[in-house]
């Protein structure tokens, strides 16, 4: 018993001390970053309107040079413009309204951090523009690349 309890005994202490020597060797202020950022971000993405078919999409998105639309629960949900900002999106759904486009504001998740530093930059030209067809330009661009993110993950159907 005492030829068993021994080795035990200092294979116990040999641990304890390891343990204690590599917890004492690690330092808590080193700032681990992740090596993959799931996060995601909302989005402002104002909507036209949803259609039962693609023809009526296409007809009610006729007045845009550009425009999107993803199919969901067997509609065409046509999207216009796309903001990080909720102020920029009443001010855009504003200015639609204006035009006597009834929108609605939709918010979505988007994860590809390129596109939202893109669309926070291009926020902050609409944030100090109030001129439409200027917006409109913006919107363009910022649904171009939205287009590109989403057909490289296969998400939407693009619209033109």
């Known amino acids: 018993m005492k030829k068993i309890l021994i080795?035990?005994?200092?294979?116990?202490?040999?641990?304890a001390f390891l343990g204690f020597y590599l917890f004492k060797e690690y330092d808590?202020?080193?700032?681990?970053?992740?090596?993959?950022?799931?996060t995601q971000d909302k989005v402002y993405f104002l909507q036209l309107g949803a259609y039962s078919t693609l023809d009526k999409a296409k007809e009610a998105s006729k007045d845009f040079t550009n425009y999107l639309y993803i199919t969901s629960d067997n509609y065409y949900h046509v999207y216009i413009a796309i903001t990080y900002s909720?102020?920029?999106?009443?001010?855009?759904?504003?200015?639609?309204?204006?035009?006597?486009?009834?929108i609605y504001i939709k918010e979505k998740y988007i994860s590809n951090s390129d596109f939202i530093n893109m669309l926070k930059q291009y926020d902050e030209v609409i944030t100090k523009s109030?001129?439409?067809?200027?917006?409109?330009?913006?919107?363009?661009?910022v649904l171009l690349e939205y287009k590109d993110v989403a057909n490289s993950e296969n998400k939407i159907d693009s619209g033109s």
């Open 7 to 15: 080795p035990i005994l200092c294979s116990t202490l040999i641990g």
């Open 130 to 141: 109030n001129e439409y067809e200027a917006i409109l330009k913006v919107n363009e661009k």
């Open 28 to 38: 808590s202020d080193v700032l681990v970053k992740p090596v993959f950022n799931f």
């Open 86 to 102: 909720m102020d920029n999106a009443n001010k855009l759904k504003t200015l639609f309204k204006e035009k006597g486009y009834n």
